[in-house]
């Protein structure tokens, strides 16, 4: 199959974030309803970093019902009602430090 590495990185990111006008002012029941699909958030705050970490991730093990799609901000002009939409960009990502461990091959399932 292939050869596994266990690649762990240190990154630093500037990521500008645009989401929905609820998520600056969050209701309660906003909280809750985030907190319900598994994220870990109490306010504004928690609820951008949560989106920066998952444009990080690539939205892997993300739950889109709470953020949709967080666009790329040059998407802009090309997404329908972007009055409503989520946009990011990001500035700059910096890689701090990196280590690669060997895991070995990976066996055929």
Known sequence: MGIKKLVTITVEAEIEIELADWAAN???EDIESVNYCGFDVKN???IYATAGRLILN???NSN???FGVIHHSWQRNTVPNAE???FHKINYIFI???DIQEMGQ???K
């Open 26 to 28: 969050p209701t309660a």
């Open 44 to 46: 504004s705050d928690d």
């Open 58 to 60: 690539g939205y892997a």
């Open 64 to 66: 889109n019902d709470v």
């Open 84 to 86: 409503n939409e989520s």
């Open 96 to 98: 701090e430090d990196v």
């Open 106 to 108: 990976e066996q055929p």
